[in-house]
Each structure stands twice: as C-alpha cells, then as structure tokens.
T-cell receptor, first 113, second 111 residues
Framework: DTEVTQTPKHLVMGMTNKKSLKCEQHMGHRAMYWYKQKAKKPPELMFVYSYEKLSINESVPSRFSPECPNSSLLNLHLHALQPEDSALYLC????????????FGNGTRLTVT | GNSVTQMEGPVTLSEEAFLTINCTYTATGYPSLFWYVQYPGEGLQLLLKATKADDKGSNKGFEATYRKETTSFHLEKGSVQVSDSAVYFCALTNQGGKLIFGQGTELSVKP
C-alpha cells in the first residue's frame, strides 16, 4: 500500500467544470509535489511545495491552481481544462526538497471531455 | 545539462530469463541515481538507488551499480517473473534536487 493517498482515483470533467484533486501523506514529509504523466511517458513536474510554501512552478497554465492547506495535504484545483490536459496526475512527497527519495501516490486518472 | 537515456522498449522476455535495462546519464557534479518501477494502473515506486560511485543498489532481486567512469546505472535481474511486467524509469537528482527521468522502458514477461 502506498503511503501517499490520492483521491479520486478517476475523474471525468467537462471543459467548463471546476474540480479538485486531493493528496494526503502522514509521513511527516515537508516537501510535496504534483506531476503530470501521459501514457507511457515519464512524469513531468508541475509544482513543488516546501514547508507549505510554493517553491517551484514549472510554468504551468493558470487553469491548474495548487494549494497546500497544511503539511499533510496538497490540492490541485482545476478549472476550464482542455482535452489535452487528460492524463494521470501524480502526487509525491519527500522529507525535504533536496532530502530523501520521492514517495508517489497511485494518481488520479483525469479525462477532460 | 542533466539528462538520462534509457534503452527503448518494449522489452519482451520469457519467465526466468536474464534482464538488463541500460541507463546512462549526463550530469554535473555527483548525482544520486534511482530506478523507479510503475506497475499497470499504479504510481511510481522506488525500486533501488545509489548515492555515490561504485555503490550497488538492490531490491527484490534487482541490482544496479553506479559506474562513474561509464556514467551508467544499468538495471539487472537474474530471473524475471511475470509479476515484474511494468515500466521501469531510470532517474537522477542533482544539487538542485529536481528528479530527472529517462523515457522509461516497458518490460513484458511471458509465462
């Protein structure tokens, strides 16, 4: 069982919808990450939070809005997405941004119609 | 810049065959090296890692040795099982802490 929990597992949304992806870890990690993964490709880094502050935004479009309410939780708010945004969205955590290895959740499979 | 190159897949093997997945890297300084595995429908799991030259990482029968002279970190397993079917990603982190992945190698093991 993964120690990083993501919900929902699957999400289908229209281009005008607003939805949120959620991620939770209870390992005491202080760095949390969002990745986007297309089929049979490596994950692409989107955002990094360190000590609940956004430290890296990899030039992600504003229709993706991350939020870190506390050290255990990470959200990704979605609005006005495009069909090409359909992908597996992975959350990960580590002890620190440059400390420890990444622990990944099982992801949310997002389909934009 | 920093990059990772893996052998292209898919790789198809019979059960109990020997596995090698090649991985070479380009990096400044002294990166840490990783192999992650992604089973169908799941996220990535750390398979093994090595943090300095000549270190050998091992887990679940898989091994990889950090070779600085050849800038390689090839993944090997002596006898694969059907349950090893997955996508394998070689990766490195540098001083910036960002995890840089190779393109992934899909392994299919047939009974």
């Amino acid at each position: 069982d993964t120690e990083v929990t993501q919900t929902p597992k699957h999400l289908v949304m229209g281009m005008t919808n607003k939805k949120s992806l959620k991620c939770e870890q209870h390992m005491g990690h202080r760095a949390m990450y969002w990745y986007k993964q297309k089929a049979k490709k490596p994950p692409e880094l989107m955002f990094v939070y360190s000590y609940e502050k956004l430290s890296i935004n990899e030039s992600v479009p504003s229709r993706f809005s991350p939020e870190c309410p506390n050290s255990s939780l990470l959200n990704l708010h979605l609005h006005a997405l495009q069909p090409e945004d359909s992908a597996l969205y992975l959350c990960a955590s580590s002890q620190g941004v440059q400390v420890g290895t990444l622990h990944f959740g099982n992801g949310t499979r997002l389909t934009v119609t | 810049g920093n990059s990772v190159t893996q052998m292209e897949g898919p790789v198809t093997l019979s059960e109990e065959a020997f596995l090698t997945i090649n991985c070479t890297y380009t990096a400044t300084g002294y990166p840490s090296l990783f192999w992650y595995v992604q089973y169908p429908g799941e996220g990535l799991q750390l398979l093994l890692k090595a943090t300095k030259a000549d270190d050998k990482g091992s887990n679940k029968g898989f091994e990889a040795t950090y070779r600085k002279e050849t800038t390689s970190f090839h993944l090997e397993k002596g006898s694969v099982q059907v349950s090893d079917s997955a996508v394998y990603f070689c990766a490195l982190t540098n001083q910036g802490g960002k995890l840089i992945f190779g393109q992934g190698t899909e392994l299919s093991v047939k009974p």
